[in-house]
């Protein structure tokens, strides 16, 4: 890189504070106070015209750092379960949480964040906190996405309309599939990580459930799946423009058929429920184990449209990308 003189710049110190910004948006204030805040006045007065911040609590923190920041901090990633730290403190700031586990300390504290519009939860709780929770996103007008181990919001009497977003970790079945989207009317971006192998009922061509706000549906499933199982999630979202599906290598409920036979019947399970969209944008990974050169002529001719292969131990992973406007 060069300056405006067309010296070649040599240290750190010598960079732009543009690139700076950049630099320090990807570290969180901990590491930030930690390393570079009081190296030298410059820097602190850059990491102080920061307009926000994101805290990432792995251990105990130095209470200066909360007392500084705590206006600026937007974003709070507790990712142990060791960690007590009052959330109210930053009841005017913070928009995004996420909890490595909600514990009814932080689950009363919710309702104070009047910004909060990111929520995810890594980890399961009890019966107790579920119904808690069910009245905080019922009776919440700004959260817009919500992360969960798994789905635990099981009612009629309640519709979550300010959901935009979800993200569960942890599997879900057939009815609770169909109920939480007629719970959730408004939702656009749908993450689902599925660990278990479905034998899905037989859909009908003509479906009397169609979901037209979902635009984004990611479906991960990460031990195997029938081609039932892929074929009911998109016959009930048949109005997406952009599906996203990935498998671990090569485990599919009883078949023994190879992956080339695996990836052409995917390919025609989203022929028939998803390439008679006007737009549409699709992506596939798949991991194969295999030592054997993947050959490209052997699958469905839609995957060579933009597609690579990263070949590791023993493993092979094909991605494939196409867009129909």
Request: glycine share 2%; charged share 15%.
């Amino acid at each position: 890189m060069l300056s405006n003189n067309k010296q070649s710049i040599s240290r750190l110190e010598d960079l732009p504070n543009e690139l700076f910004y950049i630099l320090f948006s990807y570290f969180d204030i901990n590491e930030l106070y930690k390393s570079i805040f009081q190296l030298n006045l410059r820097f602190m007065n850059l990491i102080n015209s920061l307009s926000c911040y994101h805290l990432c609590l792995k251990s105990e923190i130095n209470p200066d750092i909360i007392k500084i920041f705590t206006s600026k901090i937007k974003s709070i990633h507790i990712n142990t379960k060791n960690i007590v730290i009052c959330l109210s403190l930053f009841y005017n700031s913070l928009s995004v949480l996420i909890l490595e586990e909600l514990t009814q300390y932080y689950l009363d504290q919710l309702p104070l964040l009047i910004h909060l519009e990111y929520l995810e939860i890594k980890t399961s709780y009890g019966d107790v906190i579920s119904n808690q929770l069910i009245q905080y996103v019922t009776s919440s007008t700004h959260l817009r996405h919500l992360g969960l181990p798994y789905w635990c919001l099981n009612t009629r009497d309640h519709i979550f309309s300010s959901l935009y977003s979800l993200r569960l970790f942890h599997g879900i079945h057939e009815n609770e599939f169909i109920s939480l989207l007629r719970r959730i009317p408004n939702l656009i971006y749908f993450y689902l990580y599925d660990p278990y192998v479905r034998l899905s009922p037989i859909i009908d061509d003509i479906l009397r459930d169609n979901y037209y706000n979902l635009t984004y549906f990611r479906l991960n499933l990460i031990n195997g799946f029938t081609h039932s199982q892929v074929d009911f999630y998109l016959a009930h979202i048949s109005h997406i423009k952009s599906f996203h599906f990935s498998s671990s290598p090569c485990l599919v409920y009883n078949n023994q058929i190879g992956p080339y036979a695996i990836l052409n019947s995917i390919a025609n399970i989203i022929q028939k429920r998803l390439l008679n969209l006007e737009q549409f944008i699709c992506f596939i990974i798949f991991e194969i184990k295999s030592n054997d050169s993947f050959d490209i002529t052997k699958v469905h001719s839609i995957y060579n449209q933009n597609y690579s292969i990263q070949i590791g131990k023993n493993t092979q992973t094909f991605k494939s990308y196409w867009k129909k406007k």
